[in-house]
């Protein structure tokens, strides 16, 4: 924990994080310099280094924040207690873009770092996606009904087909650049709909 960056009141805590937010979702992780980020934050370079000692240990800071940004909106939105798979699927994208309208930036943040090839940060922010990942997908999985999918079905297989189809959607988008969220929402919507008409049980 940053008792440092966690005593300061939280209009500055936000400024300081919406700022590296902003400057490593528009760079690579080596080509954002941290005093483009104090520039962006009202402070001085030596104090962002007072309460961060390193480029590192910020962007490492900033993914973590998401992570439990984005666990703690997916709680808000029930997405954890569903017995219907998809139910909590669409709960979830309606979470997603509640925090993208709250922390504008984060969500490109975090797709940049998702891919960021940079050796310095991209086992650990590897890492640590895969262990936020099973802890949401052990969390959820314990509640599925999976007398809702069609016989025979490999759950495990269909969760991970999923994963694969929505990970090179976005890495899709982030080659594009300029993402649009409300596009991203759509074709999700669309996805979820596909996916209902292929893997669920028919009455």
Request: overall charge negative; hydrophobic content about 35%.
């Amino acid at each position: 924990m940053n008792e440092k960056f966690f005593s300061l009141p939280k209009e500055k805590q936000q400024a300081i994080l919406n700022a590296g937010y902003r400057v490593f979702s528009q760079n690579t992780y080596k080509n954002s310099p941290m005093s483009e980020i104090a520039e962006a934050a009202g402070i001085s370079k030596s104090l962002l280094f007072y309460y961060f000692h390193n480029k590192k240990e910020f962007y490492l800071f900033l993914w973590d924040i998401c992570a439990q940004t984005t666990i703690d909106f997916l709680t808000k939105f029930n997405c954890y207690n569903q017995t219907d798979l998809f139910e909590s699927m669409e709960r979830g994208i309606f979470a997603k873009m509640e925090i993208m309208q709250n922390f504008p930036d984060m969500g490109n943040f975090t797709i940049k770092a998702f891919y960021e090839k940079d050796p310095e940060v991209n086992a650990a922010i590897q890492e640590s996606y895969h262990r936020y990942f099973n802890y949401k997908a052990d969390k959820a999985r314990l509640n599925f009904d999976s007398d809702q999918f069609i016989p025979g079905l490999d759950i495990t297989m269909m969760y991970q087909e999923m994963y694969w189809a929505s990970e090179g959607y976005l890495w899709e988008k982030v080659q594009q650049g300029n993402i649009d969220y409300q596009e991203l929402e759509k074709d999700f919507t669309k996805l979820l709909k596909f996916w209902k008409s292929v893997y669920l049980r028919k009455e």
